[in-house]
């Protein structure tokens, strides 16, 4: 499975499994021993009331649960309780952002994850300076803010070869500033 659809399928089994809510991914056997005849009726009903389209969803990620190496595994239980340990508001904001994702048609939904992909490829400093500038841009006046968006339409325009070489005018100019 290659990191792009191992990472995809990370957050879609969070999602798909996250129905646990409070219950470790991983419990102990006597642990789940107790809690099986409990568990088992309550997916048995849950199972009841799904559509067939829903029930073959379900056989789907089951089967792709199973084909997961043990330690994407463990990284989807990370994932679950870090998705459970979130306040009540910011799980919604979660859940409904993954709605509007599944929602979203085929070819978009590949390229956010081709996307998502790229920024968990980057160094945890690169996203931090991203984060940061994003966070800037957020706390921007309106007309700010629009004099950023109209230098980004700008730049998708130009050229790899302009881009460099505004990217070195910024940088001669952000020196000459420090050295004031």
């Not at 957050?11 to 809510?21: D, E, I, N, Q, W």
């Not at 952002?97 to 956010?112: C, I, M, S, V």
């Not at 006046?141 to 005018?169: C, F, G, H, I, V």
């Amino acid at each position: 499975m290659s990191r792009l659809r191992s990472t995809a399928a990370l957050g879609l089994l969070a999602f798909a499994l996250a129905g646990t809510a409070g219950r470790p991914l991983a419990a102990e056997p006597a642990e789940r021993r107790a809690e099986a005849p409990s568990r088992r009726e309550e997916a048995r009903a849950r199972w009841e009331r799904m559509s067939p389209e829903e029930r073959q969803e379900a056989r789907g990620r089951l089967e792709a649960w199973k084909a997961l190496a043990p330690e994407e595994k463990a990284r989807v239980g990370a994932e679950l309780e870090r998705l459970r340990a979130l306040p009540p508001e910011r799980r919604a904001e979660v859940e409904r952002n993954w709605k509007a994702f599944r929602e979203l048609p085929p070819a978009e939904r590949q390229g956010l994850l081709e996307k998502f992909g790229r920024w968990r490829d980057l160094p945890p400093e690169k996203r931090a300076e991203l984060r940061a500038a994003f966070h800037d841009v957020l706390k921007a006046s309106p007309e700010e803010r629009k004099r950023y968006l109209q230098n980004l339409e700008r730049w998708k325009t130009m050229s790899p070869a302009d881009r460099e070489r505004a990217r070195e005018r910024w940088r001669e100019r952000r020196q000459e500033r420090r050295r004031r």
